[in-house]
């Protein structure tokens, strides 16, 4: 029979100190490793991932690989084709519940997405100084640049317009084929607005410049602006801007903020592992909330509530419940949010049918009228 040395115990007893101390991804309920999907290199998407799996690797053990892409199907396809766990996304998560732009197409439809949280980005529009715009009124017959190919950008854009009560067609639109082209327009003096966050470099040279910056304010108080707003893009909220070209503590600007990053997954991941991901987003905050200016907003109590691009996946309401963050109005916003998803996708299996003959173009003009005509009632 082997009977253990003293140098075998003290290896052994060695070893499992080293289990108790170290990391542990099982612990935590985290796989030892993950995928998750994010905007190229170098952008604020991929730098925020990074900062988040850095933390999660030093706390946890967890080994996190980002797949970088730059186009919205290339961040989402990984997730939907369950190659990667999560995704660090914007506004193509709205699109794609929806079944909007790209997502309109045979081969898409309204998906089945889950938010776990989103960071608040600041979005507005900043306007040239000297073009003497003070109120969105004002914008009206502006040259206003707006970016080609691009619905993202200009459809938050139609909903700042929309808070006058203005559409694209009361203002000069001037479309450039770059989001860079359109942001360095004002600053040569082709256009006189824009719509845009408050950090882009473009920003601080326009503030820099002859001209100079100013952004228009989109007060919470104005309640009908806000309702035409939500007409257009329901995932938008009041937010005072402390950070940006021209914007500082010492003068904020009441601003829109829609979600970005927003972290996204499958409607059918397990409740059990979004609930831990969402601990682990929580319990890490402080390892990664410095990394960059506005990493601080991932604090779940901003970062974990609607309005948001899709419905709460129920793991992650589990934990924000726990946290006291989650409340009944927010519970009734997921709710409501959760039906138009189902009234979307009921439409889209409806024109599948009935378009199932019908060429591409005609299949996506049968699917707007079906869509329109399912959520007029909502």
Sequence with gaps: ??????????????????????????????????????????????????????????????????????????????????????????????????????????????????????RPAAFGMPTAKDANIRNLADVKGKRVAFVAGNPSVNVKCDAVLAFAGLTRHDVDARMFPTYGAAMSSMAQGQTDATCTSPTPSQMYELAESPRGIYWVPLPESDTQGWKRVKKVAPFFKSFEETVGAGISKDKPVPLMAYRYPVLVTRADMSEEAVYNFTKALDETFDMYKDATSVMPRWKLSDAGTPPIDAPFHPGAIKYLKEKGIWTDEMQKWNDDRLARLKVLQRAWQKTKSAGEDKSDREFEALWKKNRQAAIAPL
């Design 1 to 118: 029979m082997f009977k253990p040395t003293k140098r075998h115990m003290a290896k052994k007893l060695l070893l499992m100190g080293c289990m108790v101390v170290a990391p542990s991804a099982f612990a935590q309920g985290l796989p030892s490793t993950m995928t998750w999907s994010s905007y190229d290199v170098g952008s604020a998407g991929y730098a925020e991932a990074s900062a988040i799996a850095d933390a999660f690797g030093k706390k946890y053990g967890t080994r996190v690989r980002i797949q970088p892409s730059g186009s919205s199907i290339g961040r989402l396809q990984p997730v939907l084709q369950k190659r990667a766990d999560f995704g660090f996304l914007a506004t193509e998560t709205y699109f794609a519940t929806e079944g909007l732009f790209d997502f309109a197409a045979r081969r898409w439809g309204p998906q089945d997405l889950r938010v776990i949280a989103g």
